[in-house]
């Protein structure tokens, strides 16, 4: 699935928060040259932003916690740790949470989030439906539901069907202020402008301002991402003690995305277009063999192993099915159409996955979307990697399903409208 990230200049995220391009900026070994003055203030500010926003998703996710702790797990100074807490508490997002058990001296004074009842919506938005959900700002889950929708119809109709549906899931909950919307996107996202370019599987989205959008009808801030990077995300805050740093999730859909978690953090590349394995051109394929894909060229991955592929090439021999949650039911109950078709795909994907593994060292692989629930494409991606793969590399590598299922990218997309809404408070 092509993409490409966020929106409006926003949020840092990641594991530990901190914007890439900073990260990248500072890396940069250009010529040596005095720096201005207003450059340093500068980065000197950017720097203050991103160790605040780090404090606060430590707050967040490992809450009540010390400032002692923080310090620690930081690398900050107490005092620079006492004076972000400060901060934060002037901006209403961190409160005083009592004291700790002592380990021998003074017990030490907790913070943790300030709840205040407010919550941001989530969207996972695919080409068929949309799963929707509530989030406290802990990023947890408060209510999820799926509903049907087409993306076809376009952004003006769906849009407005999506905020339709997350209103009233809103005022089930009592109606609690709403302080953001995160959502992800089968798609690639501009990431100046925030506008939808060129999806090849969201047809009548080109040049949709989504963030536009959804700020103009719900009124409060929005962050969009692509659902990969948005599964990447959620899959790591779903597992705040496992201390994944170097991640590679793989959404399995309609279409293939890819999204990375480099040293902590959502890694997305020079152009936004990081992971996008969905159109790398299969080396084992006959050429007999290579479909035309809708990037102009020919067997592409995306022509044999995504979702789309599948159900075309499971009815041409002989099925009627026409979702994927069908096509995965008759592989489990046996079918051998299915099996063949999503066996044949697994060992595609796992072809290319071998390459990634290789090249990116991987603690985690890890399989979301819904063929991911087919456990034959499972199996076969693995002994794919497993024969392919440099020793080393798939060894240290753990294979297997998304924890959190189908609410990952609801939690990426959670996540991501926090940090852009935790970082507007810190500014
Ligand atoms: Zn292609």
């Known amino acids: ?72 797990l930081t690398g900050l100074a107490l005092s620079t740790v006492s004076a972000h807490i400060a901060e934060l508490e002037a901006a209403g997002l961190v409160e005083e949470a009592g004291d700790g058990d002592s380990r021998g001296g003074r017990r030490p004074r907790l913070v ?16 068929h439906h949309a799963r929707l959900g509530v989030a406290n700002r802990s990023g947890r889950l408060l209510k999820t539901v799926e509903r049907s929708v087409l993306l076809e119809n376009g952004p003006d109709v769906v849009l407005s069907e999506i905020c339709d549906h997350l209103e009233r899931l809103v005022d089930d909950l009592g109606g609690p ?12 996202v501009e990431p100046a402008t925030g506008v939808v370019t060129s999806p090849s599987r969201m047809p009548g989205w080109h040049g949709a301002t989504v963030v536009e959008a959804l700020e103009a009808r719900l ?54 277009v990081a992971g996008d394995i969905s159109h790398v051109r299969l080396p084992s394929l006959a050429p007999e063999e290579a479909k035309p894909c809708g990037c102009g060229n020919r067997g592409c991955l ?36 299915a099996n063949h078709a999503v066996r044949n795909a697994g060992r595609h994907l796992g072809e290319v996955l071998a390459v990634v593994v290789n090249f990116f060292n991987p603690q985690a692989l890890l399989l979301g979307g819904m ?29 297997t399903q998304t924890k959190a299922g189908p609410d990952a990218g609801l939690l990426g997309a959670a996540a991501l409208v926090l940090d852009k809404v935790g970082e507007l408070g810190v500014k």
Do not use: W
């Open 1 to 72: 699935m092509p993409r490409r990230p966020a929106t409006r200049p926003g949020p840092a995220s990641g594991l530990t928060g901190g914007a890439l391009p900073e990260q990248d900026a500072e890396g940069a070994k250009d010529a040596p040259r005095r720096p201005r003055a207003s450059e340093e203030a500068a980065k000197v500010n950017r720097r203050r932003q991103r160790d605040a926003s780090q404090v606060l998703q430590l707050v967040r996710f490992s809450g009540p916690i010390s400032r002692t702790q923080l310090g620690r």
């Open 112 to 127: 943790r989030l300030r709840e205040g009842g407010d919550v941001v919506l989530a969207v996972d938005l695919g080409s």
């Open 177 to 188: 202020r709403v302080t953001g919307i995160g959502m992800g996107l089968p798609g690639p």
């Open 219 to 272: 009124r409060v801030p929005a962050a969009v991402d692509n659902d990969a990077n948005l599964l990447a995300l959620g899959e790591v805050r779903a597992r705040p003690d496992e201390d994944l740093r170097h991640l590679i999730t793989v959404k399995v859909g309609r279409g293939i995305g890819c999204g990375i978690i480099s040293n902590g953090l959502l890694y997305r590349g020079a152009a936004g």
């Open 302 to 337: 995306e022509t044999v192993a995504s979702g789309a592929a599948l159900l075309e090439e499971v009815n041409a021999a002989g099925l009627n099915i026409s979702s994927l949650a069908e096509l995965v039911s008759s592989v489990h109950s046996g079918d051998p159409i």
């Open 371 to 399: 063929l991911a629930n087919a456990s034959p494409l499972v199996v076969a991606i693995n002994a794919a990697i497993y024969e392919l793969c440099f020793p080393v590399a798939s060894r240290s590598a753990v294979i």
